[in-house]
């Protein structure tokens, strides 16, 4: 049974830091690539970062700079390591393992940046 479980979201001040972290099982075809999505409220969901097998990487423009995503395969762990967090940042991120035309998702977790 395919598992991805995120955790490390909550509740930070403009400014702050929080680390994203998502542990996937279970998965046994290979994986092209492990990305972060996220959903604000009464908005669609849309890519946050990506980084494929061979660790190439992309961004949503409004988070070059600040987020950083990176994977451990020993692990079967992708992270986000998000900093000069904004309110526009709030929403629900989701992780996403994407395995050559079957996605896989997890449940979500809340990040919420206060102003």
């Known amino acids: 049974q395919v598992q991805l479980v995120e955790s490390g979201g909550g509740l930070v001040q403009a400014g702050g830091s929080l680390r994203l972290s998502c542990a996937t099982s279970g998965i046994t075809r290979n994986i092209n690539a492990m990305g972060w999505y996220r959903q604000a409220p009464g908005k669609q969901r849309e890519l946050v970062a990506r980084i494929t097998s061979g660790y190439s990487t992309n961004y949503a423009d409004s988070v070059k700079g600040r987020f950083t995503i990176a994977r451990d395969n020993a692990k079967n762990t992708v992270y986000l390591q998000m900093s000069s967090l904004k309110p526009e940042d709030t929403g629900v991120y989701y992780c996403?393992?994407?395995?050559?035309?079957?996605?896989?998702w997890g449940g979500g977790t809340l990040v919420t940046v206060s102003s």
């Open positions: 996403n393992v994407d395995t050559y035309g079957v996605n896989y």
